[in-house]
């Protein structure tokens, strides 16, 4: 049985942000998750990961293909030459929650433009692009109040005859308020 | 303080992220999530067997051929539905022998057709074959063993109309095998 490890990329975080995340791998509930607005915090809205986006275990065949995780439900869809094997795949989730004064309560969300490389086995590479988010990129309502949760999926795009083992990556989520 | 706060945070957003356009970092904030994905290993698919529905006689009215897998069992059997008659006792379960990667526990996902046609030959006239399933046994006893110790048995269900021409029907199907 093939292990998913998603390994996280190490880099130098700021005070606060080892803080939260020290927080989370605690469990603390969700209400008190991930953002405070305050001084420390971003001044205008704050966002946290709540899941990475995994496409779970795919076979690969002598024909290139891609495997789509849908933002919105979660599912999965192969094409072309993959196969799809395993239960364990799902969306990546943010929360996001937006801080200080009142003023219009919507934002943006800007995902990768490009494709981002997952580094796999022996110097091998696949890549995820077309990235999607739900319930949508721009003009999300949001609240300072309570945490609005978007979902993002995308397109992974499998060589013929990939190598097996695990591949990994990072993409980065920007939210902009209005 | 808050002035102050406000711009150590800008600082920090800029290295972090510098494709912040100027101007927006104080309405803005990102977050870097992991990708994960897993290709599984391959596996050597050799057929050993074709899949032989057998003899039959269609009626007046359609039905079936059922060939059943018997689950840790090399034997097959047959039935039949609806006005088809099976005739001679010929007949078998595709099998294919998997080579597996070393490693415990072992778990393979098959990839069966959902339905395939036959067709006759010498002639035009078809037959719909659905229903495919299948059913793994390892065929060696526990400790070392063949390189190939896990065989694949598929059954099907033939559709069979009435008057079915007589023939020679024949087809191919694929499966796809992959080692979790």
């Known amino acids: ?178 | 303080m808050r002035r102050s706060g406000d711009r150590a945070l800008a600082a920090i957003a800029v290295a972090l992220f510098g494709a912040l356009p100027a101007g927006a970092q104080q309405n803005s904030a990102s977050r870097e999530g992991s990708i994960g994905a897993a290709i599984v290993q391959a596996v050597s698919v050799q057929k050993s067997q074709d899949l032989v529905l057998g003899e039959f006689r269609p009626g007046e009215a359609p039905g079936t051929v059922e060939l059943h897998v018997i689950p840790s069992s090399s034997a097959a059997s047959r039935t039949s539905s609806g006005g088809v008659a099976l005739a001679g006792s010929a007949f078998s379960a595709a099998e294919f022998s998997l080579s597996a990667h070393a490693g415990a526990p072992v778990q393979f996902a098959v990839l069966l057709p959902p339905s395939i046609t036959i067709q006759r030959v010498g002639g035009a006239e078809s037959m719909r074959v659905d229903g495919f399933r299948g059913s793994i046994r390892e065929v060696c006893p526990p400790g070392p063993c063949a390189s190939s110790p896990y065989m694949l048995q598929v059954g099907a269900t033939l559709h069979v109309e009435a008057g079915q021409r007589a023939g020679r029907y024949v087809g191919t199907f694929t499966v796809t095998v992959n080692q979790l």
């Open chain 1, 1 to 178: 049985m093939v292990n998913i490890s998603v390994v996280e990329m190490t880099r130098r975080l700021p005070l606060r942000a080892a803080i939260l995340l020290g927080a989370l791998a605690m469990g603390v509930p969700s209400a008190a998750r991930a953002q405070v607005c305050n001084a420390t915090n971003d001044p205008s809205l704050a966002i946290a990961r709540t899941a990475d986006l995994q496409f779970g275990d795919l076979g690969a065949t002598p024909s290139a293909g891609t495997a789509v995780i849908d933002a919105a439900t979660g599912g999965r869809t192969v094409t072309g030459g993959v196969v799809a094997a395993g239960a364990l795949f799902n969306a990546g989730a943010f929360d996001v929650l937006l801080c200080g004064p009142a003023g219009p309560k919507r934002f943006d969300v800007i995902l990768p433009a490009g494709s981002v490389t997952l580094a796999g086995p022996g110097g091998a590479t696949m890549t995820v692009d077309t990235f999607t988010a739900s319930p949508k990129t721009s003009n999300v309502s949001g609240s300072t109040s309570s945490v609005t949760t978007i979902t993002v999926g995308g397109t992974l795009r499998v060589g013929a005859n990939q190598a097996p083992g695990a591949y990994t990556g990072t993409f980065t989520v920007i939210v902009a308020r209005q």
